[in-house]
């Protein structure tokens, strides 16, 4: 019998076509391209820097809920895959380092509901707290990320990792098949981590 699947999916620039956070600190002039660069390195502490960046950015909720909505674009075939999944009972989460105050309306609008791991934003006006209630010292994003993935092999599980950024690569590593875009893909492809290209989310779908 072919084993149970699992898909575990980042959600910035992998399930949306652009990073939503990026172009929120981008579009409120809280970092620029170069510093939203540099916070991609692999030296970088990803949830020190979101927790740094998003203190700084005093645009109400529904500022950013307002904008995100006029700028999101999903990545093809995100919606369907989903509804496959549930119809088929295969667990399907998302995994991210983003935050819930511009995850939330996109999901929200697009009616998805999946199990899914987001950083909680606090809004007071003098910025926003960020908490990641399922991270600590010990436990980085990256790591829980690769948590997620061994939890699924624990149960006897095939899991299937899509991401696109520095922050996936353990997970990707721990993954039975990736399906990586961007920085994600370049790192695979170096690493000699076997990969497929992420470009719509239909082709996993026909794999299923
Ligand atoms: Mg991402």
């Not at 983003?98 to 309306?105: F, K, L, N, Q, R």
């Not at 926003?128 to 829980?144: C, G, H, N, S």
């Amino acid at each position: 019998m072919k084993r149970k699947t699992a898909i575990i999916c980042d959600f910035d620039g992998t399930m949306t076509v652009k990073d939503i956070g990026d172009s929120i600190l981008k579009h409120f002039k809280i970092a620029n391209a170069q510093e939203i660069e540099k916070s991609y390195s692999l030296q970088t502490n990803f949830e020190k820097w979101m927790r740094e960046k998003f203190k700084k950015l005093t645009a109400k909720p529904q500022e950013i809920e307002k904008y995100v909505l006029s700028i999101v674009q999903m990545r093809r075939g995100a919606s369907d895959l989903i509804k496959f999944c549930k119809q088929n009972s295969i667990p399907f989460e998302i995994v991210s380092g983003g935050v819930d105050v511009y995850a939330e309306p996109i999901l929200k609008k697009l009616k998805i509901k999946v199990k899914s791991f987001f950083g909680r934003a606090r809004y007071s006006s003098d910025g926003y707290v960020l908490e990641y209630p399922f991270l600590d010292e010990k436990i980085t994003l990256a790591q829980f990320k690769m948590n997620r993935v061994q939890s699924y092999h624990r149960k006897g599980m095939r899991v299937i990792f899509c991401g696109d950024g520095t922050s996936d690569l353990k997970a990707a590593k721990a993954a039975d098949l990736v399906y990586a875009t961007k920085k994600l893909l370049k790192l695979c492809k170096e690493k000699k981590i076997k990969c497929l290209p992420l470009v719509t989310f239909s082709s996993l779908q026909k794999s299923l």
